[in-house]
């Protein structure tokens, strides 16, 4: 906790900037007339987290938080504090121009942010990241990078099919993508003693990666479509999605009883989802 100066202000009401960094988040506190009251250094970690929230309690009643990057390094931080009961407002960051005329200075932005917070400027909430959506959110990002690298194989293998051997090269390059990965992945090259099997211990390994991450998305998938089902309110007529909603069915006679039959609507499942 480096670089930490205090004023005191009983009965004070605070308002503490944040500004974020990957190990070290640096905080400004004022109080309601803009005065500054003290600067203080953290490491991002939950014990440095616990140490600014008494720092900024010890000037007086705490009325907000104005942190940078809540989407990122201050995530953490953003969470800690609105689990002790804290108000948190998001920041943004200041625009390069900003930043070019007045000089970087982590103090300056966490000043920058204090200031933000009591003018109004920023008002934004953060996004809570403790929920559903942020279970959703992860998992695609892990979707993403998957299928991107997928990609990324499949290109590769059929750039080396295009340089490979000539014998080959034409037993390959006719093969649709679902082919030559079966038929790459099943190579048995032996030793590497020269250019024909160097290639086919590349492709293998092109073909046997895509197989994997393609066996990753089918399991994100999954997740994601769990995450998804249990997000949606289960009620009759919200738990079905609109492209599966049927209209109601007319009543049919049966007989002399005049007696009809409703069509049921079909439920979301974890099968059907």
Not at 57 to 84: D, M, P, Q, S, W
């Amino acid at each position: 906790m480096a670089n930490e100066s205090m004023a005191q202000g009983g009965g004070t009401r605070v308002i503490v900037g944040v500004d974020t960094h990957k190990d070290v988040h640096v905080a400004r506190a004022k109080d309601e007339l803009g005065r500054a009251l003290g600067e203080l250094s953290i490491p991002a970690s939950s014990k440095g987290y616990r140490a600014l929230l008494a720092w900024s309690r010890g000037f007086g009643e705490v009325r907000a938080f104005g942190v940078e990057g809540t989407g990122c390094y201050g995530a953490g931080l953003a969470r800690h504090l609105r689990g002790e009961g804290e108000v948190v407002i998001e920041v943004i960051r200041p625009n390069r121009q900003a930043r070019r005329l007045r000089g970087k200075s982590d103090p300056a932005d966490a000043d920058a942010a204090a200031s933000a917070v009591l003018s109004g400027e920023a008002t934004g909430t953060p996004k809570a990241g403790d929920g559903a959506v942020e279970m959703i959110r992860v998992l695609r990002v892990a979707r993403i990078t998957a299928v991107r690298a997928g990609t990324q194989a499949l290109n590769a293998l059929h750039a080396l099919v295009v340089t490979a051997p000539g014998e080959l090269r034409e037993r390959l390059q006719d093969l649709s993508d679902r082919k030559l990965v079966r038929t790459c992945a099943a190579f048995r090259p032996g030793a590497v003693a020269g250019p024909s099997e160097a290639t086919k211990t590349a492709l293998r390994s092109l073909a046997r990666r895509y197989i994997a991450l393609r066996e990753e998305v089918r399991a994100l998938d999954q997740e994601l479509e769990r995450s998804a089902c249990a997000r949606r309110p289960r009620s009759r007529s919200s738990a079905v999605p609109p492209r599966w909603r049927r209209p109601p069915a007319r009543p049919r006679g049966t007989g002399s009883t005049g007696a009809g039959t409703v069509t049921p609507t079909r439920r979301c499942t974890g099968s059907s989802w």
